[in-house]
C-alpha cells in the first residue's frame, strides 16, 4: 500500500459503507481491505464470537488525497 493513506479501521459494516458514502460524495476514491482473525467455518474459529464483529475494515485513499479526507471525516 505505498500509494495508499489508511483513514479509517472499522468493525462495523454499516460504518465502513458510511465513510466510504462520504468520501464518494466529495469524489475521492477509497479502497478497504478486509481481514478475518478467525476462520468462520462451522467448526473453526473461536467459540461464541459474534460473526460481525469477527472482520476487521480498513479503509484507504490515495495518498494525494489523504488530507482532504481526513478533513472529510474530521480526522486530525
Not at 479509517?8 to 464518494?24: G, H, N, V
Not at 469524489?27 to 461464541?48: A, D, K, L, M, Q
Request: charged fraction near 30%.
Amino acid at each position: 500500500m505505498f500509494f495508499r493513506k489508511e483513514v479509517a479501521i472499522t468493525r462495523d459494516m454499516k460504518r465502513c459503507d458510511e465513510i466510504r458514502q462520504r468520501l464518494s460524495a466529495v469524489g475521492i476514491e477509497s479502497f478497504v481491505t478486509v481481514n478475518s482473525p478467525t476462520n468462520p467455518g462451522r467448526y473453526h474459529g473461536v467459540p461464541f464470537a459474534k460473526a460481525e464483529n469477527s472482520y476487521e475494515y480498513r479503509i484507504y485513499v490515495r495518498r494525494k488525497n489523504g488530507d482532504r479526507a481526513c478533513a472529510v471525516l474530521g480526522i486530525k
